[in-house]
């Protein structure tokens, strides 16, 4: 009946470990999966879980030596055992501060800081973090003798002087007593300064820690402990005689270091205890020794001790300024007999159900609600950032898309207007070179008329019918008249040349600017033709037979063959130069003519055809494109999934958060 209430409350903590423990590891699992986890946010969540799982319910017994400490908490959480749990007794108190535990992790034993450890710098929390500082003593928890000779360390004395005592600020009442004022005297003191047991308790496996702590020394000598581990425990039980009544050593502690002020700070600041963060209860013990005048009635006896009980706790009350709610009176010693003898009678008497009723039922959960709060404000963070992500990538996701379906459609016109637009062109071109190659006539006709007029052999006929009227020339005027002939005729094949040349010239500059017009292709320009170069050579003949050939003297001296020779070395060679440069040059003017019509045309319908061909590249890239938007679209459905998974997720949390919200209510 006693451990009914405490085990109710320890399932809570259970269930509140597990359902947050169940809230971590399917928001982690879920961050996990869909890739939101980063090393930060994994080791705040795991830092989160390994808070829940050290989550426990904390009850610190406080009193002086002697008070029966140890037997209330055998009485209270550990009478199913058969037996004395904690050593208890006159010589078998324990010494030091010692907490009871269960950890699964760790084999069944007693660990033991040493007293020795008050010479060291390091502040008492870091000591009990720092393993290497430790002794150890396993036991046997199905072995009552193994345990009992282990926690009889929790009892052990050490004897050393009274300047090594005062040198680890082991001075005070309960702590050393000197034998003589000497600085040498010897002086006993505790053997170890803290003590943690590890029992597979139910209780203890359970979530519950029981802080033992002997007297006012042990507060005083641990600051650390008075500010931290006593204050921050959900439960405080302060443990009086009843028989001695609040003595001024329980006062002292009361006042100093529990009091109405549930930390130092708040101690420091004057302000009252808030019972929500910790239940405070006062225990008188041994009401078993009390002793009130007999009466021949049995049940007016009875009345009689109840009355001095109530008056006892009213006075305890009183001097330590509580609610006398607040105080119980009990039989440790008569609670745990009871219990182990099987006999309700006495454990009826002993009142030690109404302390575990009023523990179990009071017990605060306010460090659970702050804990629940702040991991679900974690947790939270998670998901929006999660969703921060999500909504990021969704973003680009979806500009992605938009982008290439654009660049998709500009493709698809593109190739459309392309393949259009040189279709037509082509055609168009073929149109254009058929006209182009039909003048293929013209020009060889026109070529053929050029060559005629510039033909080298009718030249040399020309010039050989001069150099034959020449030599059966008789007279003077006869030689002259024949030269004057010879020369107007090759100036009139020179004008002919020019008129010929200047009609191709017109004739193709029309078709060329038509072309040039028609395919945009500039400004067509007649490659020019010159000819001013053919007479000047010609007068340059001219001169040298009016210098030299048609002279007088010449004529007088020379006759017949001499005289057509020297006609043939100053004009006919100088004259049949001028035919051979003019048929070349002309002949290479007329093919270059066709080409610059024609050349220009092929380059485009090649470049057209070229640009056909680009359809294909076209094609290629729109099938890698079509690839790329195929990706994104599956990708926006992966999204679109871990969108879904996210809202369920969060759902799941806000409604564990709804239900945590109506339990704390």
């Excluded at 052990?156 to 000197?178: F, M, N, Q, S």
């Excluded at 709610?325 to 008569?334: D, K, L």
């Excluded at 007279?475 to 040349?497: C, H, I, P, Q, R």
Aim: proline share 3%.
């Amino acid at each position: 009946m006693t451990k009914a209430a405490i085990t109710h409350r320890l399932a809570d903590l259970q269930s509140w470990r597990y359902g947050l423990d169940s809230q971590i590891s399917r928001v982690l699992e879920f961050l996990r999966t869909h890739e939101f986890l980063t090393s930060n946010l994994e080791a705040a969540l795991r830092e989160a879980s390994t808070l829940v799982a050290n989550e426990r319910v904390t009850i610190t017994f406080v009193a002086e030596i002697a008070r029966g400490k140890s037997e209330l908490i055998n009485g209270l959480f550990f009478a199913d055992l058969g037996r004395r749990f904690l050593p208890s007794g006159p010589g078998k108190s324990t010494r030091c501060v010692t907490e009871l535990r269960f950890n699964r992790n760790v084999r069944t034993g007693l660990k033991l800081l040493p007293i020795e450890t008050r010479e060291s710098p390091k502040r008492l929390t870091e000591l009990l973090d720092d393993e290497s500082q430790w002794r150890v003593i396993f036991f046997d928890a199905d072995n009552p003798d193994s345990i009992a000779r282990a926690f009889a360390a929790l009892s052990e004395t050490k004897r050393i002087t009274l300047t090594d005592a005062v040198a680890w600020g082991l001075h005070g009442e309960g702590i050393a007593v000197p034998v003589t004022d000497s600085p040498s005297a010897m002086v006993d003191v505790p053997r170890w300064r803290y003590a943690v047991v590890n029992f597979p308790h139910p209780l203890l496996d359970a979530g519950l820690v029981i802080i033992d702590t002997p007297g006012l020394a042990a507060l005083s000598l641990e600051p650390e402990l008075s500010r931290e581990r006593v204050p921050n425990s959900d439960a405080l039980i302060m443990v009086f005689d009843i028989t001695q009544g609040v003595a001024k050593s329980d006062l002292a502690m009361w006042k100093g270091y529990l009091g109405n002020a549930s930390s130092y700070r708040e101690r420091m600041l004057g302000n009252a205890t808030d019972e929500s963060k910790q239940m405070r209860l006062v225990v008188l013990n041994k009401i078993d020794a009390l002793e009130v005048p007999p009466h021949a009635d049995p049940i007016e006896t009875n009345r009689e001790l109840l009355r001095e009980i109530d008056r006892r706790v009213r006075t305890a009350a009183d001097l330590l300024r509580v609610d006398p709610m607040r105080v119980v009176a009990v039989s440790a010693r008569q609670g745990l007999m009871g219990k182990l003898g099987n006999d309700n009678d006495q454990a009826v008497k002993s009142r030690l159900y109404h302390l575990a009723r009023n523990l179990g039922s009071n017990l605060p959960k306010n460090r659970q609600a702050t804990l629940t709060t702040d991991i679900l404000s974690t947790l939270s963070n998670a998901l929006e950032a999660a969703q921060s992500v999500l909504d990021s990538q969704r973003f680009d996701t979806l500009e992605g898309l938009n982008r290439l379906s654009i660049v998709r459609e500009k493709n698809e016109k593109l190739m459309r207007s392309v393949v259009v637009q040189a279709g037509a062109r082509h055609d168009q071109l073929d149109a254009a070179l058929k006209e182009v190659r039909a003048t293929k006539v013209i020009h060889a006709r026109l070529s053929e008329e050029l060559a005629a007029v510039v033909d080298v052999g009718a030249a040399r006929y020309e010039a050989d019918r001069a150099k034959a009227a020449i030599t059966g020339s008789l007279l003077s005027a006869n030689t002259v008249d024949a030269v004057k002939k010879y020369f107007a005729l090759v100036a009139e094949k020179l004008a002919a040349m020019e008129v010929k040349i200047e009609e191709v010239r017109e004739l193709f500059k029309t078709i060329g600017d038509s072309m040039r017009d028609e395919f945009a292709l500039g400004k067509y320009e007649v490659h020019p033709f010159p000819t001013q170069r053919f007479h000047t050579e010609l007068q340059k003949a001219r001169v040298k037979s009016d210098t030299e050939f048609t002279k007088t003297s010449n004529l007088l001296v020379r006759r017949g063959g001499l005289l057509a020779e020297q006609f043939e070395e100053l004009v006919i060679n100088r004259v049949m130069q001028i035919f051979t440069i003019a048929n070349r040059e002309s002949a290479t003017w007329m093919r270059g003519l066709y080409t610059s019509l024609e050349t220009p045309l092929v380059e485009l319908r090649e470049q057209t055809k070229q640009r056909v061909g680009s359809i294909e590249q076209i094609k290629v890239a729109e099938l890698d494109l079509a690839e790329r938007i195929a990706e994104l679209q599956a990708r926006m459905d992966m999204l679109k999934k871990k969108h879904s998974a996210l809202a369920d997720a969060r759902n799941v949390l806000e409604r564990f958060a709804e239900k945590c919200a109506e339990e704390t209510a």
